[in-house]
């Protein structure tokens, strides 16, 4: 199974500051074949379903704001969040879709300052 | 617009059993290999089970922590997907959620709570 390891566990900002989440999996997320890193990364508001928002490491779910950006690739990827907003309050997840069982990271908790 | 809807769940004693259903619209849901996602009360996400579609001869998956005991089936004529859950353990107690999408998931249910107590 890939082995999908999240960082930092929680962080606390200030509206307006970048932030950054990491994600790092055990096994490689780049297929040879198409040259395409297989992860995704989900928002979960507070009593709320998590919300996807990137796939395919760096491509952008129709309706995200550009300020997610995903990035990465091999066994080391990054969410970054740029001009942080109080509505970005949430619990946010890396999913590895390259191989089964899928597997996430165990989440980064996002509070606002 | 897209909607996966849940409902089934409750309180059951371990070794009991549920089925959970999800009814989906707004797609062509014959097309879509349909999850369950599960999350612990405060804990992270855990994908439990996984069917693809008739071309895909309705194959599924399951995560070693379910197999053996849950059951994922879909009826395409009504647009259902189902997970049987037997001999139901304390540590499934969950939201189950039901998903769509091709290996990430696109669109998420509400969630139903699944609690297993004695």
């Known amino acids: 199974d890939i082995v999908m390891t999240q960082s930092p566990s929680s962080l606390a900002v200030s509206a307006g500051e970048t932030v950054t989440i990491n994600c790092k999996s055990s096994q490689s997320l780049l297929s040879s074949g198409n040259q395409k890193n297989y992860l995704a990364w989900y928002q979960q508001k507070p009593g709320q379903s998590p919300k996807l928002l990137i796939y395919?490491?760096?491509t952008r779910e129709s309706g995200v704001p550009d300020r997610f950006i995903g990035s990465g690739s091999g066994t080391d990827f990054t969410l970054t969040i740029s001009s942080v907003q109080a509505e970005d309050l949430a619990d946010y997840y890396c999913q590895q879709h390259y191989s089964y069982p899928l597997t996430f990271g165990s989440g980064t908790k996002l509070e606002i300052k | 617009a897209v909607q996966l809807v849940e409902s089934g769940g409750g309180l059951v004693q371990p070794k009991e059993s549920l089925k959970i259903s999800c009814a989906a619209s707004?797609?062509?849901?014959?097309?879509?290999?349909m999850y369950w996602v599960r999350q612990a009360p405060g804990k992270g996400l855990e994908w439990v089970a996984r069917?693809?579609?008739?071309?895909?001869?309705?194959?599924?998956y399951y995560a070693d922590s379910v197999k053996g005991r849950f059951t994922i089936s879909r009826d395409d004529s009504k647009s259902m997907v189902y997970l049987q859950m037997d001999n139901l353990k304390t540590e499934d107690t969950a939201m189950y959620y039901c998903?769509?999408?091709?290996?990430?998931?696109?669109?998420w249910g509400q969630g139903v709570m699944v609690t297993v107590s004695s």
């Open positions: 707004g797609f062509t849901f014959s097309n879509a290999a």
């Open positions: 998903t769509a999408g091709p290996s990430y998931f696109d669109y």
């Open positions: 069917i693809r579609t008739k071309p895909n001869n309705y194959a599924t």
């Open positions: 395919l490491a760096s």
